[in-house]
């Protein structure tokens, strides 16, 4: 994927690396000259983005680190440093799907598995990361929301629950950072190809055609189309742009919302017939 921006001698640090969304990204800071670290749980899979990387004239850093452990954190974002000597951009994209269940019936290890993947472990990257960007002048962070995060999902509310604080948590923090240069943003990305989506679909072809089906574009998103909105958030042309949830979703959470909306005008307009 060729870009505009020029990200020559900055330094990435990329989670959810292993693949989807978080390679795609990975690759795209690498083509646009960065020095990117990648970093998931899954180690084999951060070796194959490494590759993508490294293949794609890159220099590349695979880590292993559990997003919802300090230390882990801590440590790769060390080593991050030590290996490239700073850091610029942040992609906290590493998240989790709930298992399909109502709110009731939602078990306590669950939820808790949910939230600290998809929040603590957003937080406690940004924790360590807004100090080195600091040191260098300044960066931006874009954490990964979700549609789930402006909009409520039948059987997710976990993790629509968890999305929602995503965007919390990024619009209060690029409050607090916004005079030190450190600009955060999120990301919204709609049903996107990818792994998880393979997952929640079930697995086949007709699975993926009735996600396909609920997006007005017609189509699943690319992982690529997300990598680039993630690129220009991090890029000096989006440098107004402070606390925003950028929506890449195809058109599905507008046209649910206006979906409702029609059914509630037919519902008042029916009231007022009657």
Request: a neutral charge.
């Amino acid at each position: 994927m060729s870009t505009n921006h020029d990200f020559i001698g900055k330094v990435a640090f990329v989670t959810g690396a292993a693949g989807g969304i978080g390679r795609a990204t990975a690759i795209a800071f690498a083509q646009a000259g960065a020095y990117v670290a990648l970093v998931d749980i899954d180690q084999a899979g951060c070796e194959k983005s490494a590759k993508a990387v490294q293949d794609a004239g890159g220099r590349a850093l695979p880590l292993r680190c559990d997003l919802t452990v300090e230390s882990e954190v801590e440590n790769a974002l060390a080593q991050t440093v030590n290996t490239f000597g700073g850091l610029d951009f942040a992609f906290n994209n590493a998240g989790k799907y709930q298992n399909v269940a109502a709110a009731a019936d939602i078990s306590d290890q669950e939820w808790r598995r949910i939230i600290d993947i998809n929040v603590t472990g957003t937080f406690l990257c940004m924790r360590s990361q807004i100090p080195l960007m600091q040191k260098r002048g300044g960066g931006a962070i874009v954490n990964t929301s979700s549609g789930a995060g402006i909009m409520g999902i039948k059987g997710a509310a976990a993790y629509s629950a968890a999305k929602h604080a995503v965007i919390g948590l990024t619009r209060s923090a690029a409050l607090d950072y916004a005079e030190t240069g450190v600009r955060i943003n999120a990301v919204c990305p709609g049903i996107v190809h990818t792994s998880m989506a393979v997952e929640v679909s079930g697995g086949t072809a007709e699975g993926l055609a009735r996600m396909a089906a609920e997006e007005p574009i017609g189509r699943l998103g690319r992982p690529e189309e997300i990598a680039s909105a993630v690129l220009w958030l991090c890029s000096s042309t989006a440098g107004f742009t402070i606390g925003h949830a950028l929506v890449v979703d195809g058109g599905h959470t507008i046209g649910a919302i206006t979906s409702q909306g029609d059914k509630l005008a037919r519902a008042i307009s029916a009231a007022v017939i009657k």
